[in-house]
Antibody, heavy 115, light 110 residues
Framework: QVQLVQSGAEVKKPGSSVKVSCKAS????????ISWVRQAPGQGLEWMGR????????NYAQKFQGRVTITADKSTSTAYMELSSLRSEDTAVYYC????????WGQGTLVTVSS | QSALTQPASVSGSPGQSITISCTGT?????????VSWYQQHPGKAPKLMIY???KRPSGVSNRFSGSKSGNTASLTISGLQAEDEADYYC??????????FGTGTKVTVL
């Protein structure tokens, strides 16, 4: 059974960047995909992108192209999502989720963007 | 990629059946049998309920079932129970290794 543990809440200024981590245990990290999904307050789920750690290949939703970078460190079984040029609309809970379909989820990381 | 369209809310009495629709396009729902459904209770992470259109993960009640016709996928909850009250989201593969979620449906048990 895969467990995903995410880093803690962040408060960021507009224009800055945030990097959220997602550490996996159980299963074989390199063999499954890790997706990042966000949820703004009171809003729905939004897929941002995913990575296949064994290949190091990431794919992104068009909306986030150029502003999000998803990476993975196989040595520590940890995936990362970095979002740049933050604005207030990026305030949301960010989740990592593994597999195809998304069968295991992290606990979520609240990122607040405020001046 | 535009979000898949779901009704904002659906309600039913205990024991009844309800169906949630998820309408996409021929570029996502209509092209692949890769629709999944997620249940989300307030303040919690989503939980996978249905994958590949109609398959249930181990541990998910058989009261949940999925289907697809053309560009529209559906989730049916039979024998509605109080614990089913939650938000539900569909998700489809959209080509080029991308996914798209639905707008979400709030299920209320009357």
């Amino acid at each position: 059974q895969v467990q995903l543990v995410q880093s803690g809440a962040e408060v960021k200024k507009p224009g800055s960047s945030v990097k959220v981590s997602c550490k996996a245990s159980g299963g074989t990290f390199s063999s499954y995909t890790i997706s990042w999904v966000r949820q703004a307050p009171g809003q729905g789920l939004e897929w941002m992108g995913r990575i296949i750690p064994i290949l190091g290949i990431a794919n992104y939703a068009q909306k986030f192209q150029g502003r999000v970078t998803i990476t993975a460190d196989k040595s520590t079984s940890t995936a990362y999502m970095e979002l740049s040029s933050l604005r207030s609309e990026d305030t949301a809970v960010y989740y990592c989720a593994s597999g195809k379909p998304l069968d295991y989820w992290g606990q979520g990381t609240l990122v607040t963007v405020s001046s | 990629q535009s979000a898949l369209t779901q009704p904002a809310s659906v309600s039913g009495s205990p024991g009844q059946s309800i169906t949630i629709s998820c309408t996409g396009t021929s570029s996502d729902v209509g092209s692949y049998n890769l629709v999944s459904w997620y249940q989300q209770h307030p303040g919690k992470a989503p939980k996978l309920m249905i994958y590949e259109g109609s398959k249930r993960p181990s541990g998910v009640s058989n009261r949940f079932s999925g289907s697809k016709s053309g560009n529209t996928a559906s989730l049916t909850i039979s024998g509605l129970q109080a614990e089913d009250e939650a938000d539900y989201y569909c998700c489809s593969y959209a080509g080029s290794s991308t996914l798209v979620f639905g707008t979400g449906t709030k299920v209320t048990v009357l």
